[in-house]
Structures are given as C-alpha cells and as structure tokens.
C-alpha cells in the first residue's frame, strides 16, 4: 500500500504557472502507475496525465503541451508542471498510485485559476 500527500495548490492568475509535488510512502514506489487527476465544481474526477515507472507519459488533450508530468523515484516524488493556466483548470487536483486496478489517492490539492 503506499500513501500520497499533495502540496503546492494555491491562487494563480491566467496565464500563471503552478507546480504540484506529491510525496508517495509506503510500498516500493516504482511499481505503480502514477497520475494526477482533477475534479471541478459539479464535474466528474478526471485524468490529466500519468508517468509509469520507466518514466512514459501520458497525457489528457487539455493538459498536451501546457502540463508536465514527471517523478523522480529515488525521493518516490511526483510532479506536475502547469504553465499557461486558465480559469477552466481550477480544480482540486489529486495524486494518485495505481497498480493492478488497485488505485491510492491523496487528499486534494486546490488549484484556482483566477484574475
């Protein structure tokens, strides 16, 4: 089991960067896919974008060319990168561990885009 604890949410005006860090502890970290989600107001959670353990990425049409996933696995640390946000990004955003259909979340990070 592994345990994801987000931290670098906060207030950013469109256009602005942000970064998010998820700190992973727990079981051997580089056997899961990981991932960042989001959920907006009256919306479903959904994927930004994800990075296995060999460092392959995936991302969300939204988050193609502006977001940045990337880890570092010997500090079992997971980043995303968010350049040129807009209003439409303010979620709360959540780390999460998968491995074999077994998925970990950590508790949210807020992220609000907003002049």
């Known amino acids: 089991q592994v345990q994801l604890e987000e931290s670098g949410g906060g207030l950013v005006q469109p256009g602005g960067s942000l970064r998010l860090s998820c700190a992973a502890s727990?079981?051997?970290?580089?056997?899961?896919?990981m991932g960042w989600y989001r959920q907006a107001p009256g919306k479903q959670r959904e994927l930004v974008a994800t990075?296995?353990?060999?460092?392959?990425?995936n991302y969300a049409d939204a988050a193609k060319g502006r977001f940045t996933i990337s880890s570092d696995n010997a500090k079992k640390m997971v980043y995303l990168q968010m350049n040129s946000l807009k209003p439409e990004d303010t979620a709360v955003y959540y780390c999460?561990?998968?491995?074999?259909?077994?998925?970990?979340w950590g508790q949210g990070a807020q992220v609000t885009v907003s002049s």
């Open positions: 990075i296995t353990g060999r460092r392959s990425t």
């Open positions: 999460n561990a998968e491995s074999l259909g077994d998925h970990y």
């Open positions: 727990g079981a051997s970290f580089s056997i899961y896919v």
